[in-house]
């Protein structure tokens, strides 16, 4: 029969239990109940073999609410890990409800603390930079100093402890749940509420943990799709689902980075996002695509990019030009005015050839930025303004704003380009959301009109230029400032002389070019105003003659100077021979050295690897050696009591770690001493203060106690009193009543009967249904009893039957092996005789041989006897005789059937001594140690003879 095992409790009865336990825990031992509480849920939890059930769900919620009530993040992380691998396949959408309820009470606590506290225990909070650090050094010094608490000091931990585990418990959850495909969105509002917690209490050092943790997540999951799939564990699939949720965590992460202006790790997002964008084949939404460039614009004017801030405005305008129908015509051209204001910002304003020169220094960063924010290859300010003035956007541009475009980029006139800006600069500067952008066009101003000077001027003074940008209302030092800041990125080209106190633009290089094009130009507009004022017209024979010989002169100097660039090439050949006939020498030592060099890299690279193997695999046994002991250390800090991180443990060496324990046993050590101590005069403290009461009471208690029984004695007789007076009154109101109620005594004996009559009724009703249902319960009692008997009756047969058929079973299979046992005993035995057998044949057999043999020699010996006695008559001396007689004593009678040993004889020794008895070794004995029986008699026979003869 199946017995259940008992030693396993229900879930149902542990629920139960710790219910019980919870509402027991009051007083100064209320934690050291949910504690044990919380110890047995997590003991069910963390058992193998088990399914999930649904009462294993409202188990996780206790488990979550004691965790919360303990501030125990950790055994809540491991709790939720145990309940993801028991409801994981089976009941994903359990393990969700568990972590909103988690969430949901750790952030009821912690907003039920933020009210707790004051003004002044958020500012203390506000100051702690690290949530991960137990305690601040200040504080540790402090509880060293004084005997108070630190409640008694500071409200302070009323709310930090709560952010703290409210921290920990969305970390631990994001941990939990960023492989999990199917609680994505759990995933992702776990993720906003973090951010929004961070965002609430200003932890700036927790959203960068934050951010590097879902970063470190993300690159997991990548490297887990790109790997081969494996029967143990479970690939991670890129879904449109799945890389949407990503983007949209990632652009809230970086709304939150603008909001807190944390505009490093909103690059990071950047990066971020452009990465879970080329996993998926489709484009984002539009709307988060406009917020994203909308976010972009903050990122990108606080780090000064102006380029990629217009650019990010033209891709935020052109987005919601899409997907807003509904825009507003104000807003648009607001949009299309800060689109137009950010692209004229743009510092880069000089001509095309330094345009050129200032994008080959910072291609690469340019193209790498761009490819990552989804911009064309390499954008320039040249280009974004001619898109802009193609699509259409200076139509939508304010009418006050749009003359802009033309003032600094259509007109020529540096002269008169400030006065014209300053009335447009005033309406930016006053607009709300445009004002941002006037002390950029200051700038781009300065350099546009220093940039058209330099075309028309070579050099002008200090003061003209001071008188030209006064309407800017700019210091001269900021003037200067955009100047050398425009010359470092090569935009302008001049020199600033501070000795004669001018400007000096251009170098000879730069004006070559520009005298050579002007001075043809200015001979052939001065020969034709010649010739209109002179009104003569030359002689065309003149000018033929005049040709003539003009050409005959370039013929012979190109014949003198054919021959001589004939010679120069021949020269320049010659020359380019040898060059390249050394290139080869030196391509050839150059290759020789290269693969000498190669050959010995790839041996210091063998052996590179070599050593950096052996330093792998001792750092790998290191590690582990490492590993083991971090973790008995980590056992040991908590047996004593000191909560020590892993990581803080590996950051630190040997030594550290065997300082640190010391340490901890040391003031463990300390803390008991002194708790005994404190105890010890406590109780002595309490001792004496009690006494003290007890003397200094004993002095009042007499005349107190007096007072109290002589009041007590008086409030007696005035009881007594009372109760006399009440007697007396409420006797006579009876007697009253008494003669009231005699009218109506007649009448009693007839309405007592109608109404016994009536009760006995139904009382014989009640009497005989009652009998009725006991007996019928009585039958259901007996029947069911019987029932019970016979079926335990039934269940002892079949045990004892059971039993009866393994004991004749058991008998069977001993009767087996013993007849086998007797069976193999006589055929030992039949083998044993058989051999037996043969040997006495082969005995006998040779035993008629040297019958033969004798009888052989006999009749040889008789005729040499027979010649013998011819030749001695007198007979044998009686030596002979003596000795056949021995001979023939040694001998022996002869051998027969019935002197033969029996089979029994010729066992083994190791059945001799096995089956045979005490007759068996005394013949044995007697076959061994006699004369005249067995083989040894037939031996010495044989031996006797041979020694006569």
Request: aromatic share 6%; net charge neutral.
């Amino acid at each position: 029969m199946h017995r259940p095992n008992y030693n396993t409790p229900k879930p149902e009865n542990v629920l139960k239990r710790v219910d019980e336990l919870i509402s027991s825990s009051t007083g100064s031992n209320a934690d050291k109940e949910k504690r044990y509480a919380l110890e047995q849920l997590h003991n069910l939890i963390s058992s193998k073999k088990k399914t999930w059930q649904k009462v294993y769900e409202e188990i996780m919620k206790r488990h979550m609410e004691l965790c919360v009530d303990l501030k125990d993040h950790r055994t809540a992380k491991d709790g939720l890990h145990q309940y993801r691998n028991m409801a994981q396949s089976t009941e994903p959408g359990s393990l969700e409800v568990v972590i909103l309820h988690l969430v949901e009470l750790a952030e009821a606590r912690a907003n039920a603390a933020r009210v707790k506290a004051n003004k002044v225990a958020l500012a203390a909070a506000a100051k702690v930079s690290d949530l991960d650090q137990e305690e601040t050094p200040e504080s540790i010094m402090l509880s060293t100093m004084t005997v108070e608490g630190v409640k008694d000091r500071t409200d302070r931990e009323v709310v930090v402890p709560w952010l703290k585990f409210l921290w920990e418990t969305y970390r631990a959850i994001l941990e939990l749940l960023h492989k999990n495909a199917k609680l994505d969105r759990v995933y992702h509002k776990t993720s906003e509420k973090a951010f929004a917690f961070c965002m609430d209490y200003h932890r700036t050092l927790e959203f960068r943990r934050l951010c590097e943790m879902l970063r470190t997540q993300l690159s997991n999951l990548m490297k887990n799709a790109s790997q081969p799939a494996r029967s143990n564990r479970a690939v991670w699939e890129w879904t449109p689902e799945s890389i949407e949720i990503h983007l949209q965590i990632r652009f809230h992460q970086l709304e939150v980075a603008t909001t807190m202006e944390q505009w490093n790790e909103g690059f990071r997002t950047v990066e971020d996002i452009y990465t879970i964008m080329q996993l998926g084949k489709k484009t984002p939404k539009p709307r988060l695509m406009a917020t994203y460039y909308e976010k972009l614009t903050r990122i990108f004017w606080v780090s000064e990019n102006h380029l990629f801030h217009a650019h990010a405005w033209y891709k935020y305008y052109t987005l919601c030009c899409e997907y807003r129908k509904d825009i507003k015509p104000e807003e648009k051209s607001l949009m299309a005015s800060s689109v137009l204001l950010s692209a004229l910002c743009i510092p880069t304003v000089s001509d095309k050839k330094n345009v050129a020169e200032e994008e080959e220094a910072s291609a690469e960063k340019n193209q790498q930025m761009a490819m990552l924010l989804d911009f064309q290859a390499n954008p320039t300010r040249h280009a974004l303004l001619a898109e802009i003035v193609a699509k259409g956007v200076l139509s939508e541009v304010d009418p006050s704003l749009r003359s802009l475009y033309d003032l600094v980029e259509g007109r020529f006139r540096p002269l008169a380009l400030v006065k014209d800006l300053m009335p447009v600069l005033a309406i930016i500067k006053d607009h709300p959301q445009l004002s941002m952008y006037a002390s950029a066009l200051q700038k781009v101003a300065v350099l546009r009109c220093t940039l058209q000077l330099s075309t028309v001027y070579t050099s002008l003074r200090v003061d003209f230029v001071k008188k030209l940008f006064a309407p800017l209302n700019l210091d001269y030092v900021t003037i200067e400032r955009i100047l050398v800041e425009g010359l470092n990125r090569h935009q302008l080209r001049m020199s600033i002389d501070h000795f004669t106190g001018c400007y000096r633009f251009g170098t000879v290089v730069d004006v070559a070019p520009v005298v050579e094009t002007q001075l043809p130009q200015v001979g052939s507009k001065l020969q034709q105003v010649a010739e209109r004022i002179s009104g003569k017209a030359v002689d065309a024979t003149v000018m033929a003659s005049r040709r003539k010989a003009y050409l005959e002169l370039i013929e012979d100097a190109s014949k003198n100077q054919h021959s001589v660039m004939l010679e120069r090439k021949t020269v320049i050949e010659r020359r380019k021979e040898g060059f390249e006939r050394l290139q080869r020498e030196k391509m050839a030592l150059v290759e020789q050295r290269k693969a000498d060099e190669e050959q010995q890299r790839k041996i210091e690279e063998d052996r590179r690897l070599k050593e950096e193997e052996e330093i792998r695999a001792m750092a790998k046994v290191k590690k582990h050696n490492d590993e083991k002991q971090i973790q008995r250390m980590v056992k040991v800090f908590e047996s004593l009591g000191k909560n020590v991180e892993e990581s803080t443990l590996r950051d630190m060496d040997e030594g550290s770690r065997r300082e640190l324990l010391a340490q901890a046993q040391l003031e463990k050590k300390k803390e008991k001493e002194a708790e005994a101590k404190r105890l010890a005069e406590q109780a002595r403290s309490l001792d004496f203060t009690t006494r003290a009461f007890y003397i200094e009471a004993s002095k009042i208690m007499c005349a107190k106690y007096k007072e109290k029984v002589e009041q007590e004695k008086k409030d007696y007789d005035a009881r007594v009193e009372n109760v006399i007076a009440c007697a007396k009154e409420k006797h006579a109101e009876m007697l009253e009543d008494k003669k009231r109620i005699l009218r109506i005594k007649k009448f009693r004996a007839g309405y007592e009967s109608i109404v016994v009559t009536a009760q006995r009724k139904k009382y014989d009703e009640d009497v005989v249904k009652l009998r009725e249902l006991a007996w019928e319960e009585h039958r259901k009692a007996n029947v069911a009893r019987a029932r019970f008997l016979y079926n335990e009756e039934i269940e002892q047969r079949e045990e004892q039957a059971e039993i009866e058929r393994e004991r004749e079973q058991k008998l069977e299979l001993e009767r087996i092996q013993a007849q086998q046992h007797e069976e193999l005993r006589l055929q030992r035995e039949a083998d044993l005789e058989a051999r037996a057998r043969e040997d006495e044949l082969k005995a006998a057999e040779a035993a008629r041989r040297v019958e033969e043999e004798h009888h052989a020699i006999h009749k040889e010996a008789g005729g040499w006897r027979q010649a013998r006695d011819r030749v001695e008559p007198d007979g044998p001396p009686a030596s002979s005789l003596g000795s056949k007689s021995s001979a023939q004593w040694n001998r022996g009678p002869p051998v027969s059937s019935s002197s033969r040993p029996s089979p029994s004889a010729y066992r083994p020794p190791h059945d001799r001594g096995t089956r045979d008895g005490p007759e068996d070794e005394g013949r044995w004995g007697s076959m061994r140690g006699g004369s005249g029986s067995g083989f040894d008699s037939r031996r010495s026979n044989r031996g006797s003879e041979n020694d006569r003869w």
